[in-house]
């Protein structure tokens, strides 16, 4: 993304291939919304996915997923693997916001997300998870899951969070200190200046089974567990509205 002569974000270059594509929504603010869709229903073993975008200094772009992605059964040995590189340059805004990852019985995925921000650049980033499928009693008995988050400023790391669920996660997850048997949770980080101006009122919106805390002046990290996707969403979008000043792609309420 780079900024034309008035300031506007506009799309710069775009390659695309497979099953991965990118759909640009017309919007009618300064920024960009840009809905990654995925065209192979899913992800199972074998599949490879890499993501990679650079916002441009003094650009703004939010980028979102058409629907909750899927990580469906592997074959033995097989592992999906979804690699996202984000580079948010000076004076630059990101809004990472993909919908929920649905987690099936059997599945293998290995996820990273890298984030690299300048100084002075702005970030809002969700990591919605489901484990299972609630209305279809779904438990997960084996799975491989491997997933990590780095987001750094200046080379500097301000975040990092990693987890690992092999085996029987139903079991695991019931257990009191890990998740209190919670079918969903959420991981969310932001990055700006005010972001202190938002720890009350986040507190007062979110249930006992979610937490928000200031890691540094300008971080601010929430991690919300809920029964299912619809206890998580009822939570989350209006903590998202908030964060994002209303903000939140049209695709999450569909």
Same mark, same amino acid.
């Given at each position: ?12 270059? +775009?390659?695309?291939?497979?099953? %991965?594509?990118?759909? $640009? ?18 992800? &199972? ?8 975008? %650079? ?6 772009? &939010?980028?979102? &997923? ?27 805004? %990101? ?13 293998? +995925? ?13 970030? $809002?980033?969700?990591?919605? $998870?489901?484990?299972?499928?609630? @209305?279809?009693?779904?438990? +997960? ?23 690992? $669920? ?15 048997? @919670? ?11 005010? @972001? ?5 009122? %986040? ?12 890691? @540094? ?32 792609? &049209?695709?999450?309420? +569909?």
């Amino acid at each position: 993304m780079r900024a034309d002569k008035a300031g506007v974000t506009r799309l710069a270059d +775009l390659r695309q291939s497979g099953s %991965l594509k990118l759909v $640009l929504p017309r919007t009618y603010g300064v920024g960009v919304e840009a809905i990654i869709v995925n065209t192979a229903g899913g992800i &199972t073993g074998g599949d490879r996915y890499d993501i990679a975008a %650079l916002v441009g200094e003094g650009t703004s772009l &939010t980028l979102t &997923t058409q629907a909750a992605e899927r990580a469906y059964r592997a074959q033995a040995s097989e592992v999906g693997r979804v690699a996202t590189t984000l580079t948010v340059e000076a004076d630059a805004r %990101l809004y990472w916001l993909p919908q929920e990852m649905i987690l099936f019985e059997r599945s293998a +995925l290995r996820r990273r997300l890298s984030i690299d921000l300048a100084v002075g650049a702005r970030l $809002l980033m969700v990591e919605p $998870l489901v484990f299972g499928r609630a @209305a279809m009693r779904e438990d +997960l008995r084996d799975i491989n899951f491997q997933d990590r988050i780095e987001i750094t400023r200046g080379g500097v790391p301000l975040y990092l969070d990693g987890m690992t $669920l092999a085996g029987d996660a139903t079991t695991h997850l019931a257990r009191p200190a890990i998740a209190g048997g @919670a079918g969903a949770m959420a991981s969310l980080v932001l990055v700006a200046p005010d @972001a202190g101006t938002h720890l009350g009122p %986040l507190r007062a919106m979110l249930p006992a089974t979610a937490g928000v805390s200031m890691i @540094a002046d300008d971080v601010l990290v929430l991690r919300l567990l809920a029964r299912d996707s619809f206890e998580m969403r009822t939570t989350l979008v209006p903590v998202l509205d908030r964060l994002s000043q209303d903000g939140l792609p &049209t695709s999450w309420r +569909l």
